[in-house]
Each structure stands twice: as structure tokens, then as C-alpha cells.
């Protein structure tokens, strides 16, 4: 895969909202395969990746078609979110294992270089990404508790999501 294809978009930003939709279709892409857990609403309901809905609103409407793979354990939740957001997901996806990524690339119809995978884990979505042949953008992971191989080694593995930028609070109960 060239480098030079997807020279117009970053393969980090700091949120999902950050991304230029322009600029995926300058690449070429025209689908996105989106990971859910820190990377649209933190793991713990806490937090909502701002402007983040508005984003995928508006890429919709330019045309990109939607894929969401969970790892998460909470089925229900994947659920909640996959029928407030409008996109299918797979859960568990078992990323980074290839199986969901193809799924989700059949679904789509299109070709592993048309589609951008963007989540803010670099052992489950940037390296399945990487397994199928699809570029990806990883963001900063939001604030959410430490898991327990986190707690072993001491620190987070993801990106931190920046202090000084904005950050939205979910309250699951209004919905």
C-alpha cells in the first residue's frame, strides 16, 4: 500500500472530530470501520468523544459508509449504541484478530484500502487494521478506569486524551 495514497490524512488526531472528511476522500476512502470503547464513548459511560456524533452525521451525508467492531463485554451497551449511532457493529469482535474486520469489509462492499480503521488501541484496532490491509488513524484514547493489565504494567498503553482539550460528559440516564 502506498504511503503516498493516504498522505492526506494523519494516522493520529486527538479526537474522532478532528479527522478532515475531505481529506479521507482525497485518500480515497470510503468507509470507515470505527472502534466504540474509548474511542466514541469511554468504557465507562463517563465520557462522549466531542462533536463526535455531529462527525459521523456529516460523513454519512457526504456518502462514507459505517462499521462498528466492540471488544467490550457489555453487549447491551454495544447495543445502546449501534441503534443511537445508526451503524452495525460486531461485538465481541475479538480484534485484532481479522475475522470481524472482513465481516464488516463484506458488508461494506468495498476493498481493505477504500476503508480507514480509527480507534485508539494500537494491540487491537491499528494492528487489525494492519492484518487486513486497511490504513488507520488512531486517536486518543478517553479517560476511563484502569484495566487490569494496565494496573500490572504500571501505565496505559493507548495515547492519553490531551487535558488541555475539551471533553464531554455522558449522562446515559437522559437517553
Not at 26 to 43: Q, Y
Not at 76 to 103: D, M
Request: glycine share 6%; with cysteine.
Amino acid at each position: 500500500m502506498s504511503n503516498k495514497m493516504f498522505r492526506y490524512f494523519p494516522h493520529q488526531a486527538y479526537r474522532l472530530a478532528s479527522i478532515e472528511i475531505d481529506e479521507l476522500k482525497k485518500s480515497g476512502i470510503r468507509g470507515v470501520i470505527l472502534d466504540l470503547d474509548n474511542t466514541i464513548v469511554s468504557e465507562d459511560d463517563r465520557y462522549l468523544s466531542p462533536g463526535a456524533e455531529a462527525w459521523l452525521k456529516q460523513a454519512k451525508l457526504e456518502g462514507f459508509k459505517f462499521y462498528i467492531l466492540s471488544n467490550g463485554k457489555r453487549r447491551y451497551r454495544v447495543k445502546f449504541w449501534e441503534h443511537r449511532l445508526g451503524i452495525p457493529a460486531i461485538n465481541p469482535a475479538r480484534k485484532p484478530f481479522p475475522f470481524a474486520f472482513i465481516k464488516a469489509l463484506n458488508y461494506m462492499q468495498l476493498k481493505p484500502k477504500q476503508v480507514v480503521a480509527i480507534g485508539d488501541s494500537r494491540h487491537t484496532d491499528i494492528l487489525g487494521a494492519w492484518l487486513v490491509g486497511c490504513p488507520s488513524i488512531q486517536v486518543a484514547t478517553l479517560p476511563h478506569p484502569f484495566r487490569w493489565w494496565e494496573k500490572l504494567l504500571g501505565k496505559r498503553v493507548q495515547t492519553p486524551y490531551p487535558a488541555e482539550h475539551e471533553l464531554w460528559e455522558f449522562d446515559a440516564n437522559q437517553y
